[in-house]
């Protein structure tokens, strides 16, 4: 009997014939419980003939722009930046005091460099042409690899994912292949393309490309199937489809691909510069072993580290700005 | 307005459904989801389409959307018949359906932006339809920063921003809260009256459909078939008032008698399972539950 108690309930008059949208407006926003989630302000919502808001000129001012920046600074953003700081500083200390008292009781820091001789390495070598144009050549592989492995691994994600055809002819090479560690690929690489360049951007390809793919096809597969007919209902084509509802649906699991996919990468290129490479990161850091330079192993390995953090960095900033709707999505960011 | 002069003005937009039939699966594993089914829309006019849950009431509103091809039978939209989804049909969905990605403007521009019209004319049309759900100020935001009522008016919006020549609506405000609800049927009725669309509407409140409808179907348990056909004589514009008037009390009551034989048929086996036959039903053989 609830539905009828409901019915009495019922006392908002609404005008008939004509719509009137001051009246419904008002109606909805004092009779009804619903508010928008994210902050809304009020003053907004008064009924609004259609485009009367006023153009709002921005005028740049060292204020303004101070002000901008200020609101910026939140105190969870501080205390998160002093965490990351604290994190930091703790492995620097270990390494200190671990070089610094030659610590030994099964591992053994009797051989590593001191923070202090990296720096020092860092820089006499670390700012020579030879060291720069090494992180240039690994950078370029990378990215070379790396795009080469969306523009091939996002349209057949997204084909994969929508059409069980295509599914059942590219799946069983993707499974046979993708259990296949990138290393595992570097004399097959050395082989089977005509210089060594081009082996190690193969190399990097290959680790970008399956998790770029599988996550693709996760992020077709995890959509709502209701935007999908909902596109359909709306007149979208087969292609319109792709280009307006399927991607931009999986472009968050896409872009999860992408992080994982530039990690794998990183770790695929090191390991081919040091097997193969005449250049780059890897090889810098392996010939540095070779010649018992131990500072120089560190530097390697550290430009290893920030250049992976930069990568992943600007593929989450990418990711931001592309998709400024995950800001207000249940289990979101914030 | 009346709803004659509805009719006579909104030409177009006639659902024709002609003897339906939806059958799931094959051999042992068939199930008669809808069975000989005809029922019709006359253009203008909204038509209800109420039945316990799982009676096929859901499936036949795909059929006319396009998503579901029938076993049996062919559905026409003006005496054309219907093979695939299409913007001359408008559909709200259960589900809230806005895509996340898009603002609240883009969504409801996205019908126009298939059909190649161009950005002017979709600003403007989007803005006007905005305003008529009372929704202008948002058209900025995001879908997920809006109430379950609010996504739902942007839904019919959007769905009407292409100019169809029917609404299909699948249990639109089924996730919505009771208040709620109660304007957004106000806020239909109103848009209704505007556009004098063809809607079909698919709900399994009694009260809703009684509101809204010029005309009622009553589905039986599965398989699917029409029980009744139940014309609503209260007068146009509906008011909220009408809802305590003896005449909607009566309707209300006839319909709920007729509804509540058919949930227990579908229940049945259930209840017979559990040997729940004591609560004023015979479970026959075949574990329908007659009534008292």
Redesign the interface.
């Known amino acids: 009997m609830s539905?009828?108690a409901?019915?009495?309930?019922?006392?908002?008059?609404?005008?008939?014939?004509?719509?009137d949208?001051e009246r419904?407006?008002e109606?909805?926003?004092t009779?009804?419980?619903?508010?928008?989630?994210?902050p809304?302000t009020e003053g907004?919502?008064?009924?609004?003939?259609?485009?009367a808001e006023p153009e709002v000129v921005p005028t740049l001012s060292f204020r303004t722009v101070a002000r901008s920046l200020f609101k910026h600074i939140t105190r969870d953003r501080i205390i998160s930046f002093l965490l990351g700081c604290i994190s930091i500083s703790a492995l620097f200390l270990v390494w200190y005091l671990g070089t610094k008292y030659r610590f030994e009781f099964y591992i053994r820091f009797k051989n590593v460099p001191t923070p202090a001789e990296v720096f020092n390495q860092l820089t006499q070598v670390g700012l020579s042409n030879k060291y720069l144009v090494n992180i240039a050549i690994s950078v370029k592989r990378i990215l070379t690899g790396f795009f080469i492995a969306i523009a091939i691994a996002v349209p057949l994600g997204l084909l994969i994912g929508k059409y069980e055809r295509v599914r059942d002819l590219f799946m069983p090479c993707v499974e046979i292949l993708r259990p296949i560690p990138a290393i595992a690929w570097v004399p097959m690489s050395i082989m089977l393309w005509p210089n060594n360049e081009a082996a190690i951007v193969f190399i990097t390809f290959i680790g970008a490309f399956f998790p770029i793919l599988l996550n693709t096809i996760h992020g077709v597969h995890s959509l709502?199937g209701?935007?999908v007919?909902?596109?359909?209902?709306?007149?979208?084509?087969e292609a319109?489809l792709f280009w307006?509802?399927i991607l931009?649906?999986s472009?968050p699991h896409i872009f999860t691909g992408l992080a994982v996919g530039m990690g794998v990468a990183w770790v695929s290129l090191i390991a081919a510069e040091m097997i193969s490479g005449q250049f780059g990161v890897g090889y810098f850091t392996w010939e540095a072993y070779s010649l018992v330079d131990y500072p120089a192993i560190m530097l390697g390995m550290i430009t290893i580290g920030v250049l992976g953090l930069a990568c992943s960095g600007v593929i989450r900033m990418v990711g931001v700005l592309l998709?400024?709707?995950l800001a207000?999505?249940?289990g979101?960011r914030r | 307005m009346s709803v004659a002069e509805a009719h006579a003005e909104a030409a177009r937009g006639f659902i024709d459904v002609r003897n339906i039939g939806v059958t799931f699966g094959r051999d042992e594993n068939e199930v008669v989801a809808v069975k000989e089914v005809s029922i019709n829309v006359q253009p203008g006019e909204f038509v209800s389409l109420i039945g316990p849950s799982g009676c096929g009431k859901s499936t036949l509103l795909s059929i006319v959307a396009g998503f579901v091809k029938p076993t049996k039978g062919a559905a026409l939209l003006d005496g054309k018949k219907i093979t695939k989804p299409g913007s001359d049909r408008g559909v709200v969905f259960q589900q809230y359906s806005l895509f996340p990605w898009l603002s609240v403007r883009k969504n409801v521009e996205f019908g126009l932006k298939m059909a190649g019209v161009d950005q002017n004319k979709r600003l403007t049309t989007a803005r006007s339809l905005l305003d008529l759900a009372g929704l202008l100020s948002f058209e900025n935001h995001y879908p997920d920063q809006l109430s379950g009522g609010m996504k739902q008016r942007i839904g019919i919006v959007r769905a009407l921003a292409t100019s169809p020549q029917v609404l299909l609506m699948d249990e639109p405000f089924g996730a919505l809260d009771t208040q709620t609800r109660v304007v957004m049927q106000e806020i239909l009725t109103n848009i209704w009256q505007q556009f004098r669309i063809s809607v079909l509407f698919i709900t399994h409140d009694i009260e809703e459909s009684i509101f809204l409808s010029d005309r009622i179907y009553v589905m039986t348990a599965r398989p699917g078939r029409i029980k009744a056909e139940i014309k609503v004589p209260l007068p146009r514009p509906r008011t909220p008032e009408m809802t305590d008037t003896p005449e909607f009390m009566n309707l209300v009551q006839e319909l709920k008698g007729l509804i509540r034989e058919e949930s227990l048929a579908a229940m049945a086996p259930e209840i017979k399972d559990r040997g729940l036959s004591g609560f004023g039903m015979k479970v026959g053989p075949k574990g329908v539950g007659e009534l008292y």
């Open positions: 539905n009828m409901r019915a009495k309930v019922v006392a908002i008059p609404i005008p008939t014939g004509q719509i949208p419904i407006l109606s909805t926003m009779s009804t419980p619903e508010k928008p989630q994210a809304v907004q919502a008064a009924p609004a003939p259609v485009a709502d209701v935007l007919r909902a596109g359909r209902c709306l007149g979208a084509n319109q307006n509802v931009p649906g472009l998709m400024p709707w207000y999505a249940p979101g």
